[in-house]
């Protein structure tokens, strides 16, 4: 770590002696979030503004209680949003809990229907399922091999530190704080805890799937280079909290509508002027 010369003060013997204070290393967010004002003034506004004018401003609305919204996301990693509600209506049928019925109110951005209204599973009965009741359950989702364990650890790890399955108290968290808790769970990322925290709570915090994250590197909002876990913090940097949501509905819309992973439409989109992919410079 650097050291910088800090003050020159007297010793009792009458010489001197320098102190040194340690240099706060960079945040490399923030350092691109300068970077991307200084280059590129006004690009966030820019393709904030065109987004919403092709695909509206998302209202936010909780979808689900933030245990469903866990499980339900992580029945979505690397599958359809259609298939991780089919695993997660199989999951309900197979664990019923009683408790109240649910409506899914997912709105844009989500790739599925919708769930069906309906209660939530008994988690306490998904956790202590044996292993092979509980891939059975989940299979029409696929990846049911590795999800079920990570759900079952998940179930665990809270029950364990809360007494129960409810994950209401993250929303008297800071953002950070609660995506902090969540990640400490094996198999749960910052996309994962994002996703729960901003839909379940509005909490101001961008999930970066692979289609905000091809979007966003395209246009030149993150660096080529990035990590999906430095594009969550540089995101953090870039946005105003109160566009978070409004940036990641509209780039995943943006990503399944025209800036597919091949054959990306650029004649029909509405950023195509400021887009590095396009033209490398575009300011
Ligand atoms: S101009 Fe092309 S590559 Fe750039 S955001 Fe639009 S569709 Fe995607």
Redesign the pocket.
Known sequence: MALRPSSVRATKSGGKRVTRRKRRPPDPAKAWARRLARTRPGLVDFVLQELAGRYGRPVWQRRLDPTSELVLTILSQNSADVNAERAFESLRAAFPSGAGVEIHEPGPGWGGRGLTPGAPPDWAAVEAAPIGQLVEAIRPGGLAVQKAPRIQAALRHIREERGNHSLEFLGEMSALEARDWLTGIDGIGKKTASVLLLFSFGLPLMPVDRHVER?SK??GLLPAKATSDQAHDEYLAVLEPDRVLEAHVNLIQ?GRV??HARN???DR?P??AR?R??DPRAL
Do not use: G, L, N, T
């Open positions: 979007v395209r246009i943006h025209i800036c990306p439409e650029h989109c950023v195509a887009c992919f396009v």
